[in-house]
């Protein structure tokens, strides 16, 4: 499997879980010192949130840099509510992390659904036929370039990354509505299986929930 090396580090981890409504959140503390906050759906066992914190610096605490999220917002962490978490002032509890931009400025932010990737750039007016979005293996990224010049952007792909596979350009779809161009991504058939196989990791994590349902759903052809 190429993406062993994933469930590798994610096993390596100190993981924490704990209940928020209808969401899962888990909190991982690596060897190396970089921290890493999921949300999971407990509906569709899809993870809607991804955040990573870098090993400490010297001045204070590193930021939390979001990788997946379909609106940047501010994320709470209480590690408090979970077996074990404890009050760590390296764990996230009571921790935070925010993104802001300008309410002008384009926008990107990112969603995973069972079977595609999914990228919203706001605050794009431009019609569809000004963007040009291609697949560049070399950079292990998307590109969304402008006729006018107007826009550059390269969105780099850590989900394909994981898997050991390039983007390709067939698995692109782009589509522009209401000032947004939403870029659509399919998975490919190894994705989907590794999403499954860290489900079934986290399975073994303490939480109050079966995840068996959840698996069902993603190992569902």
Request: proline share 5%.
């Amino acid at each position: 499997m190429s993406y062993q090396n994933w469930l590798d580090y994610l096993q390596s981890a100190e993981k924490n879980s704990m209940l928020s409504g209808k969401l899962r959140k888990v909190h991982y503390k690596f060897p190396d010192g970089r921290q890493m906050a999921e949300e999971y759906n407990m509906d569709t066992g899809i993870v809607q949130r991804r955040a990573w914190r870098k090993s400490k610096q010297l001045m204070g605490e590193p930021e939390w840099e979001l990788e997946l999220g379909e609106e940047p917002r501010q994320i709470n962490w209480n590690g408090n509510n979970s077996r074990g978490g404890g009050g760590d002032a390296d764990n996230v509890s009571g921790g935070e992390f925010t993104v802001r931009e300008s309410n002008s400025a384009p926008l990107l932010t990112k969603r995973v659904t069972k079977k595609n990737i999914e990228w919203r750039i706001r605050n794009l007016p431009y019609p569809l036929n000004v963007y040009n979005v291609s697949a560049e293996p070399d950079l292990h990224a998307i590109v969304v370039r402008t006729s006018n010049k107007k826009y550059y952007k390269v969105i780099p792909v850590p989900d394909l990354d994981r898997c050991g596979m390039p983007p390709i350009q067939a698995n692109i779809s782009t589509h522009h509505q209401f000032n947004t161009l939403i870029i659509t991504y399919q998975k490919p058939d190894i994705l989907c299986e590794m999403e499954a196989q860290v489900l079934l990791l986290l399975k073994n994590v303490e939480t109050e929930t079966d995840m068996d349902d959840l698996l069902k759903g993603l190992l569902a052809k």
